[in-house]
């Protein structure tokens, strides 16, 4: 693994660095004529495309939105890392970082993972930005959104942790409150939307902002998760505020998809260039000049891969997806190629791209060739094994820091919300969520369903949201989180349908008026 804490921007925000093998390799190709470009590595020119962010006063609070949700050891990490579609391989000495990534996969979640401590810290800055802004005079509409923002901080400290603090000002000496438990959460959060809900604009949100469409969209994924924070399922709720999203006419699935540098068709709606698509509801908006901090290429590309996009660094090899979630895609669905990437691997010019250390085991030699197999999770994972994650497709010359805006919701899962809605409360059977999930799954180019079950649901919501960070929360709404997949053990542990509290924040709090106490079974 790359020594990745070298990027300034991480040490800028208070990033926390891992005890990792440097397996900094010099990139020799032997079938590349073109060696002086080797040498100097990135060469390629990137083309920057970027929204114009409002002046508000609101950028010190929005602009957070960005923290942790598509870099590595933070809230990204822990969201994928748990699940069934995405792992971190221990390739001998290289990404063995302590076991943390191998103990998140098998779910033995430890208090000490320091991606548990940066996703707490990462999401309660959004809160307290939110809190210091919210603590001045503002306009209806500023205060409507910042309230939706911390509301949405808020959901995924629940969703995540699930008894926090839910400080509402910055007054109060220290910030500190006593512990909430996830229904009082859940009801401060759907009360702090209705509340400000008609307060903020109906249309399309200025880029990087929030309407009244993420407001919905956001009472929507609450409602859809209900029985799990509440014990009390809340279905037609969760149509109501689809509805609302659906019917304001401002949101379309994009079914458009391009040639990206590496030959894949990529879906437009994630692309460098997705600057306020048509199918984007609230994204977190990253730039690799303005607002840095999105580094998927980085994290799961093969070092040598840095040559087939004239990436500006060389890659981490860390990320890929497992292998039977890789193929529960048909082979003719537009979102496997757009997804993923997988299969020999060549530089600019189309010539192989080599693996100057590769594992003399491995039959393909040093010809980068990543096959969805995995042969284990450690300790020695092949590496260059796993198909790896491209929904977010990558540009040539980029920086670390990627362009694309991040999606948090958006129309296509709205559309899945109501569908699953619709079939806990009326059966799987029901026609309308059949045309739902049938509009998502014509987008992608596959057969439409004639019927429906749980399980084909699932499937099609699992291929859908793949890499949005959402998977672990749809895992522990349909009672298949303790379920076995590749290299983890079934398991009956529901307190684990929880994190556990970081033992770091533990311990800062111990001195304060509420210390926190950590949730039950850690």
């Known amino acids: ?79 994928e890392i748990s699940t069934d579609e995405a792992v971190i391989t221990q390739k ?41 802004l919210l603590d001045t005079d503002l306009d209806p509409n500023s205060e409507a959104q910042l309230r939706v923002l911390r509301a949405y901080y808020f959901w995924k400290l629940m969703d995540l942790f699930g008894n926090i603090k839910t400080p509402l000002t910055t007054k109060e000496p220290g910030n500190d409150v006593a512990q909430s438990t996830s229904a009082e959460t859940f009801d ?21 902002r929030i309407s009244q469409g993420a407001a919905y969209a956001l009472l929507a994924r609450l409602y859809l ?3 799990v924070y509440t014990g009390t399922a809340r279905w037609q709720d969760a149509i109501d505020a689809a509805d609302m999203v659906i019917n304001s006419g401002v949101y379309a699935l994009d079914d458009s998809y391009q040639e990206g540098p590496d030959g894949r068709m990529v879906s437009s709606v994630f692309t460098p260039d997705n600057v306020d698509n048509i199918e984007h509801i609230l994204v977190a908006p990253f730039d690799e000049a303005t607002g840095g901090g999105m580094n998927i290429a980085q994290m799961t590309l093969h070092y040598p891969s840095q040559l087939t996009y004239d990436l500006q660094q060389q890659p981490w090899n860390g990320y890929s997806t497992l292998e039977e979630f890789y193929d529960s ?69 980029q920086l670390p820091d990627m362009d694309n805006d991040f999606t948090l919701l958006r129309y296509a899962d709205v559309l899945l919300m109501k569908a699953e809605a619709l079939g806990r409360l009326n059966g799987w059977g029901d026609a309308d969520a059949l045309t739902l999930v049938n509009q998502v799954r014509t987008r992608a180019g596959v057969t439409p369903y004639s019927t429906m079950d749980e399980n084909s649901f699932f499937a099609e919501r699992g291929r859908e949201m793949f890499q949005e960070s959402i998977r672990r ?19 009956s542990d529901a307190y ?3 994190m556990p509290i970081p033992l770091d924040q533990i311990n800062a709090s111990a001195a304060s008026d509420n210390p926190l106490v950590q949730n039950p079974g850690y």
């Open 1 to 79: 693994m790359k020594n990745l804490y070298k990027i300034s921007l991480f040490s800028l925000l208070g990033m926390f660095s891992y005890a990792c093998t440097d397996l900094e390799e010099d990139l020799n190709d032997s079938f590349t004529e073109t060696k002086d470009e080797l040498n100097n590595p990135g060469f390629g020119e990137s083309e920057n495309v970027n929204g114009s962010i409002p002046s508000d006063g609101l950028g010190a609070a929005f602009s957070t939105i960005r923290n942790g949700v598509a870099w590595h050891g933070s809230y990204f990490s822990v969201s």
């Open 92 to 132: 001998g000495g290289d990404w063995f970082d302590g076991g943390i990534w191998l103990n998140m996969h098998k779910h033995d979640f430890l208090p000490t993972n320091p991606g548990l401590n940066g996703a707490w810290n990462d999401i309660y800055g959004g809160v307290n930005q939110c809190n210091t």
């Open 188 to 208: 401060l959060i759907e009360s702090e939307i209705l509340a400000v809900v008609d307060d903020l604009g109906r249309g399309r949100a200025a880029y990087g």
């Open 225 to 227: 998760n209900a029985e």
């Open 329 to 397: 895609y048909e082979d003719t669905d537009m979102r496997k190629e757009a997804y993923f990437i997988a299969g020999p691997q060549t530089d600019v010019n189309g010539n192989p791209i080599l693996d100057v250390a590769f594992d003399k085991a491995d039959e393909d030699g040093p010809a980068i060739n990543y096959t969805p197999e995995i042969n284990e999770l450690a300790p020695n994972g092949s590496r260059q094994a796993g198909a790896r994650l491209g929904k977010f497709s990558f540009k040539l010359g």
């Open 473 to 491: 929360t749809d895992l522990i709404r349909f009672g298949r989180w303790g379920n076995a997949w590749w290299e983890k053990n079934a398991h």
């Open 496 to 498: 684990k349908n929880i």
